[in-house]
């Protein structure tokens, strides 16, 4: 006791000198641990036994990261939900399995350089011919199971570079090209043969003359200048191979999708081969028996819009999107595009209208600078590029995907934040309810003992000794049978923590007992303190460094429990995203093959969370370990 | 003694497994679905199925109360008669036989090579405290620990059966024609990634108790006694500290013998492997409820037998332990 006024002296002697001698010292004195500086009968004066583990827990440099990428991870989990919003309902076939990247926009600056004279996206790629002739290529690689049939659709064959290319047409996922000697070149995905030249298209192109060269998913079109249409390529679904006598022939201009040509002939009525029956095939009558004159038509997959020689347009299709909710626009339309979702309109103002779905930003065109008119615009999928007045090119919609995208063609990104935000909540919760579960177990079985205490030991015995899994997977299956799909989430919290319990409650319990024993109990009780007091603040604290410890590790398994759980289809369900069931489409050797970011991803997002949280837990414990201070 | 506390822990064990057989009849009686409609032909006609359900419905018991229900449940366990699996159609204990061998099969590895590996690094790391073996141990045994076991076994694939093309993806080897070097080759092939996946993932936790035993060991004052006394460290180590380590570290072992019967769900289904953990999975995907109360009951007899196991193993390795 009395010598405690002495050492703060000697302590502000000590840093009076240091600072005087230079700022170096200053800086090593706030944050280098030279622990000579302090003797031992010092430190163990003035710091309380908190500060003493805040301060050994800081000398972990591991323990230090651990607890910054924890942090980090929560911040990005519980920030970016907010940020990037997600949309469970969505899904996107036609998108599925496309690599990491982000650079669908990517023009090349020399394509701006010689101008545009075609451009066609394919998912996540656009291909152009300049004005020059030259081919570009851009955007990330669409991925493909079957090797064999197929090239890179990034690789522009040597022969396609020599030759004089005139027309050029990107399917979903890949590229056909035409020559000025009708050659015709393909490269890409060609598991329906859709970058070939069939035997009869190769009479055919020895023919005559190609009007428009086009391509969808996975299919490839050629219209001749005598109006005869031809469609090869993946057509057993959606059957554009058959073409209607009275169309062959009369046919003016084409305009793709996935499941329907839409046809403009030359009597300015309009025409649509492919899938029969649905709201794309049912084109209005008036557009049908020559009472309106159509000069232009688009096509998006779900609507078509047709532009009447009065400046009138008439749109008919699916409703979904608001693809049919024309905006109010000002001014004459020259030209007319249609993109997956989207449908888009150029003006003789110079001004680019568009309407449709959002999913990718295809509805957020940079405005460029005023006064710079749009001359051209190409839209397909889901990339738009405006070519402009000064032969700038300004391009919006999706950019690709930072972590690629799934079997259903969904944001890996956005699925790994928010299934993270699923992931750690569920885990937190679970611990908290095996933390309260195993306190109430271990304090009642170490304060009152006797009956009571052998009566929860042996129920935590049952609890323990079935295997984990198993029973977790058993109480997942039968309450999913009577709860609904939405309580889910919340039930499998339960399920984890009421299974959790058991190791911390027998480590409180032998605490309890030990510090029970201890000479400053005993001394508390001889000073006549309260055994309420003795409880609560003479052995409730040395309980309360085993619990930290133990919550922090915890924490870690349970993540991994739950993904495991969640991995299995027992856990999370989709379309719910979580860490777990994100894999659980990875299981087959293709996928694990050709798209590895679908596991590698999430499951390094698993690893990260529980290695950063192991860190901290155990430097946390030799943190917390009396002998760690023994000098 | 021995006996007697043997008796003593084994009769209080029946209140033990009474409450687990209680709990596992009423998730059973929980569980979705309708036990009676997946024992009988779909292709029946109404009338027939009618007759033939009422008739199913009073041979399962379902028309007795809960408590009869159980009594026969029981009565029925102990006969023998586990149940009748409706993914298998065909009794639970033949349903689950021979995917039984096959955990065994793969836990009798893993056990061994985890042992072999296990022991040897968790003493050194702790008679080296400190040192950069022990170190890269202590980080490698919490990497491991932190990775969830799908991901361990997507990526022994993703390196070794994909990438290298060593061995194959999963599935169970197809042994028919084979005998001699072949079979084992066969067997070998098949077997190493899932035995490999489930080493990594249980060393972690192995290692740790292994050094922490042998650091609880190595601080006693005997230790200091016998360098004292000049013996060779070797001597130090294996005869005095290790033989003081054996009861925590038996305590390990044992659970690992217990353990072989367990199959491991995920790394089973993973690896296709026709294991217990497998068939549970496929299962409770089946709503095969009776095969997956049946497993659940076993696990739960085998956990509380491995603690017993466990308890009385310490009087036997120690002398100085009295069991009471």
Known sequence: MENKPVQPETNQESTGKKLGKSSVSLFKRLFSRDKTELSALEEEAIQTPGMTILKNFFRHKLGILGLVVFIGIVALCVVGTQIWPIDLSYSETIMRNIRPGRNYLDYPSKLEEEGVEQLSSGVSFSVALSKAGNVYVWGTEPSYIMEDYSTPVLQIPQEVRDADIQHIAAGDRHVIALDSQNNLYGWGVNNFGQVETTKLLRTKLAQKNVAQLYANEMYSGVLFEDGEMYNWGSTMVNRVDIIPEEYQGRIKKVSDSGLNVALLLEDGTVGAVGVRGNPFSQIPEKLTDGSVNIVDIAASYRAVAALDDQGELHIWGDVQYDVLDIPEYEGNIVGMEGSKNNLTLLLDTGEVVYWGADHYGQLDMPRAITGNKAVDVYSDFFQNYAVMEDGSIVAWGNDGFLFGSDEMGRDIATRVIHGGRISLQVGAIAVVVSTVLALLVGMTSGFLGGFMDHLLMRFADIVQSIPFLPLAITLSAVAMGHLPESLRVNLIMMIIGFLGWTGLARLVRAQILLEREKDFVLAARALGVKQRNIVLRHILPNVFNLVIVNVTLSYAIMILQESALSFLGFGVKAPNPSWGNMLTGAQTSSVIRHFWWRWIIPGSFVVLAALSINLVGDALREAMDPRANVK | ?????????????????????????????????????????????????????????????????????????????????????????????????????????????????????????????????????????????????????????????????????????????????????????????????????????????????????????????????????????????????????????????????????????????????????????????????????????????????????????????????KLE
């Open chain 2, 1 to 321: 003694m021995l006996f007697r506390y043997f008796i003593k822990r084994v009769i209080s064990l029946i209140p033990v497994v009474l409450i687990i057989t209680i709990m596992l009849f009423t998730i059973m009686k929980l569980m979705p679905g309708d036990p009676v409609r997946m024992m009988l032909n779909p292709a029946l006609k109404a009338e027939q199925y009618e007759t033939a359900y009422d008739a199913m419905f009073r041979k399962l018991g379902l028309d007795k109360s809960y408590p009869e229900q159980y009594v026969r449940w029981m009565g029925n366990i102990f006969q023998g008669e586990l149940g009748w699996s409706s993914l298998h159609n065909k009794p639970v204990e033949d349903a689950v036989a021979e995917p039984m061998r096959n955990t065994i099969i793969l836990n009798v590895f893993v056990i061994i090579i985890q042992l072999a590996i296990t022991l040897p690094l968790g003493i050194q790391s702790a008679v080296k405290r400190g040192s950069f073996l022990d170190s890269f141990i202590q980080f490698f045994s919490i990497a491991t620990y932190s990775m969830p076991s799908f991901f361990i076994a997507l990526s022994l694939i993703f390196i070794f059966a994909i990438n290298l093309g060593w061995l194959p993806v999963g599935s169970m080897p197809l042994t028919n024609k084979l005998t001699g070097f072949a079979f084992i080759g066969a067997w070998a092939k098949y077997m190493a990634l899932p035995v490999t996946c489930l080493v990594l993932i249980g060393m972690a936790s192995t290692i740790r108790y292994v050094r922490n035993a042998m650091l609880e060991a190595l601080s006693n004052d005997y230790i200091r006694t016998a360098r004292a006394k000049g013996l060779s460290e070797k001597v130090v180590i294996y005869s005095h500290a290790f033989r003081n380590a054996l009861i925590p570290i038996s305590t390990i072992v044992i659970w690992n013998i217990f353990r072989l019967f367990s199959g491991s769900a995920i790394t089973e289904t993973v690896f296709a492997w026709n294991g217990i953990g497998h068939v549970l999975v496929k299962a409770l995907n089946n709503r095969d409820f009776a095969l997956v109360t049946t497993m659940n009951l076993f696990f739960a007899v085998l956990g509380v037998t491995a603690n017993l196991v466990a308890d009385i193993s310490y009087g036997l390795i120690d002398p100085r332990i």
